[in-house]
């Protein structure tokens, strides 16, 4: 088991490494040159020189990257071009919104995709069938159009909600933290709390429709599998109802190769806050990159991949020891 | 001699018709692959379809709500965008550059990922470590970080926007395509075809790859709904094709800024997309039940 662990660590190191080699080739052969984005007309060459190097534009490519490499161990991820900060307190700044938004959205995926399971298996096979279409159209229907629809019909048909923002300026700003809505609720500040969930309603229903989609149809799959156990059928010949059969004996077993899904699910709805955060305005990490890229903000950019890759593989590292810690014939293997 | 040939020859028109006689039993494939054609159709005919230049501006009849609402202008079925430009007519465009992205990106990313997914399941050993560690990073990326990041490099365009597609997507066809080889190169029949003494090319090429196919084939047309969802993505962010062609996302964009007093600007696209990306969902699903033997059995 500790092998396995050590083996998966060292390959997720070299992944992650790897990312950063592509990302930094890929930035480095842009036509755009981000110096000449930022400076004053009429700057004197030597300006321009000294900007360069400043930067550390101004040495070969494999000498940036071992530069930048080793910045990145000692936590010196540059400093941002297009906004003269440093990046990884730019990161840290942006992050917790991104994470309140997805650890959001997955709990809602997670109920509601578990609830149209169980509910679908419990209903049987006629009124059953509807559900799995519905369901079906649910899965078809990316977070982008999701997101649209939602600014259309909770956000001008029905004005509901907010549309952009995390929070109503006017309603608070002395925050000690950067994650908004727990601390707000930590404090028992609840209409702030209120505030900030009324400005994530739309984003996190537009990412966690397609992953509770996935989750339903997987999970009632392996419900369906379950209830024709022979400890089903004795649970049944014992007189136990339908519901506490499912909700007992049936989902205790079919939990592991859900979870195993919805941990690959999940890095792809953290790669979805990208384009569903431009799209309220939320001011989070995914909503930044775009902006990083436009700009042409190169330690920016590299921060950010390599921030969206270092927690990719530490969400499939999670499950892979959440799904052995869970199922004994795998602990052992 | 002649007659095995005429046998031969009716055998096979005989597979081709119980092919289309599969395909065309399956709901999903006739609802599905009914709304592709349409599409295809409008892109084709979209100069006669339009009732108007999609880029004729006219100021004095911008946001002009759709047919059926107050302040409607005859003529405009879906109304007006902020330019006063007509949204049917720049919806119908669009399609041709959806339908284009969605086929060119959708072979190319088929193409790399099958050719690399069959030389890693079939070859094994240092050639799969390789390929499987590449695709290991390549999932390591946010896929519209990635993209957006690879047109910004490309430079905008319609070419930027497919090579994008096609080099973020490959994995898809990649893993798909590896994790089936490997199921069939340990078939009997290749097992057969090694102890003949076929060369290995061959094999893969001839032997393995059609019984590969179908599962291609059903990846393609879903492949071809998510790269027009990217290419509306794109076009969104402000990456794709110049502002003066009328693309799906690019409308979507403009509607966006302007929700609150042109709704429909927005709601016309969306649904434009919504129903495109269902009916290539429709039709990769109904492909893999009809084209795949075991199911269809």
Known sequence: ?333 | MAETFVDEDGGAAGRRRALARALLAEPKVVVGGGFVLFLVAVALFAPWIAPHDPLEQDLMLATLPPAGFAGAEPGYPLGTDGLGRDVLSRLVYGTRIALTVAFVAATLAALFGTVLGLLAGYLGGKVDTVIGRLVDIWMAFPPVLLSILLVAILGSGLHSVIIAIAVIDWTRFCRVVRAETMAQARMDYVTAAVTIGFPRPAILVREILPNVAPVIIALVSLEMGIAIIVEAILSFVGLSVSSDTPTWGGMIAEGRQIVHHGWWVLAAPLAALFAAVLAFNQLGGGLRRALDPVMRR
């Open chain 1, 1 to 333: 088991m500790i092998t396995a662990v050590l083996n998966r660590l060292v390959a997720s190191a070299a992944t992650l490494l790897g990312v950063a080699v592509v990302v930094f080739v890929l930035l480095r052969i842009v036509p755009g040159d981000p110096i000449a984005m930022m400076i004053a007309p009429g700057a004197s060459p030597e300006d321009v020189a000294a900007l360069r190097a400043r930067y550390g534009l101004d040495t070969s490519i494999p000498e940036q990257f071992w530069i930048w490499l080793q910045g990145v161990l000692s936590g010196d991820f540059g400093t941002s071009i297009s906004l003269r900060l440093d990046v990884l307190g730019l990161l840290a700044s942006r992050l917790p919104a991104t994470l309140e938004l997805a650890i959001a959205a997955l709990v809602v995926a997670v109920v509601l995709g578990g609830a149209i399971a169980v509910v679908g298996t419990l209903m049987g096979r006629r009124t059953g069938g509807a559900l799995d279409a519905a369901n079906g159209l649910l899965l078809a229907v990316p977070d982008f159009v999701w997101a649209l629809a939602l600014v259309l019909l909770l956000g001008v048909a029905w004005p509901l909600f907010p549309l952009t923002g995390r929070i109503d300026p006017s309603v608070a700003t002395d925050f000690h933290t950067r994650f908004y809505l727990l601390e707000s609720l930590a404090t028992g500040r609840l209409a702030v709390a209120r505030d900030v969930a009324a400005h994530m309603v739309m984003p996190t229903l537009a990412l966690a429709l397609p992953l509770a989609a996935v989750i339903a149809r997987v999970l009632k799959e392996a419900l369906g599998e379950a209830m024709l156990q022979d400890y089903v059928l004795l649970a049944r010949i014992k007189g136990m109802s339908e519901t506490r059969l499912v909700m007992q004996e049936a989902l205790r077993n079919a939990v592991g190769p859900t979870l195993a899904l919805t941990g690959v699910q999940f890095t792809f709805l953290l790669g979805g806050t990208v384009i569903v955060e431009r799209i309220f305005a939320y001011p989070g990490i995914g909503n930044m990159a775009i902006d990083a890229v436009i700009n042409r903000d190169l330690p920016l950019i590299q921060g950010l991949v390599l921030l969206f890759g270092l927690m990719f593989i530490l969400i499939n590292l999670a499950v892979d020891l959440a799904v052995a810690a869970l199922n004994p014939r795998l602990r052992h293997g």
